[in-house]
């Protein structure tokens, strides 16, 4: 999406602890209709912790979480899906005596009655490219090629807003490749937030990048700015 639009999710002072750590820490952060941004920083910034609050696994300490200027604080992950917010977590959510195809039907049953079903779940799996792997057992699959399963599973409810926890985690060069291509392309209709540590993907990502360092936003550009750095040069070379 080339142009910028409202406000669609905002936290304010956004804080969660754990004990005497805290992961996420009194974090105010804006995303505009029709972005794709990156969340970076190393491991235990609290990059999945904030990811967490909004997607409602974890019920912040304080703060609060704005979408479409309502807050959905305490909204279990169900509520959050029914808002049409697709979410990929870090954990796999595969069924290894499934097919793929049989993955995307879940995931399309789920939101469309079973007369519409058919076409959309053909829809989905070409989009994916889904083809030659749909009738393979999910638990046969290369990791790349699970992962773009998991993916199709949350596109296929046809979200306006995707967030996805290290998506290209342990991929293979090729496979980030395509990883890219296929968020560049989802894109086009939904807004983005995407977790990464690799900065490499970043990069071929190239858009707006929110660095987290011990639970705070430390730099918020593009990523050309933000890679070079010194502040996250250090970070990521200190950790
Ligand atoms: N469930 C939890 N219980 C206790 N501490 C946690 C929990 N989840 C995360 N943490 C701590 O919070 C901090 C941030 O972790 P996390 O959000 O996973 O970072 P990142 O995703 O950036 O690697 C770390 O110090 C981590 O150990
Ligand atoms: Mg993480």
């Known amino acids: 999406m080339a142009t910028k639009g409202a406000v669609v999710l905002e936290t304010r002072s956004l804080t969660m602890r754990f004990g005497g750590v805290v992961a ?64 990929k977590t870090q954990t796999p959510s595969l069924f290894n005596g499934l097919t793929a195809r049989e993955h995307i039907a879940l995931a399309v049953e789920r939101h469309h009655g079973r007369d519409t079903a058919a076409a959309r779940i053909d829809e989905v799996i070409d989009r994916f490219n889904l083809g030659d792997l749909g009738r393979r057992l999910v638990g046969e699959l290369a990791h790349g090629q699970r992962q773009r399963v998991e993916i199709a599973m949350v596109v296929a409810a046809d979200p306006w807003l995707v967030l996805l926890d290290e998506p290209a985690a342990g991929m293979t060069h090729e496979e980030v490749d395509r990883m890219v291509a296929l968020i560049h392309e989802i894109n086009r209709n939904a807004t983005m937030i995407i977790v990464e540590h690799d900065m490499q993907f970043i990069r ?10 011990q639970g705070a936003i430390l730099i918020e550009d593009h990523v050309e700015v933000v890679l070079s750095d010194a502040r996250v040069r250090e970070v990521y070379l200190g950790a």
Do not use: W, Y
Not at 35 to 51: D, H
Not at 58 to 71: F, N, Y
Not at 204 to 213: L, S
């Open 204 to 213: 071929m990502i190239g858009d707006q990048v929110t660095v987290f360092h």
């Open 24 to 87: 996420v820490d009194n974090v105010d952060f804006e995303l505009r209709e029709g972005e794709l941004r990156c969340l970076i920083g190393p491991n235990g910034a609290g990059k999945s912790t904030f990811f967490k609050c909004l997607t409602g696994q974890l019920l912040p300490t304080a703060g609060d979480v704005l979408i479409q200027d309502r807050s959905m604080l305490g909204e279990p992950p169900c509520r959050i899906a029914a808002a049409g917010i697709g979410v």
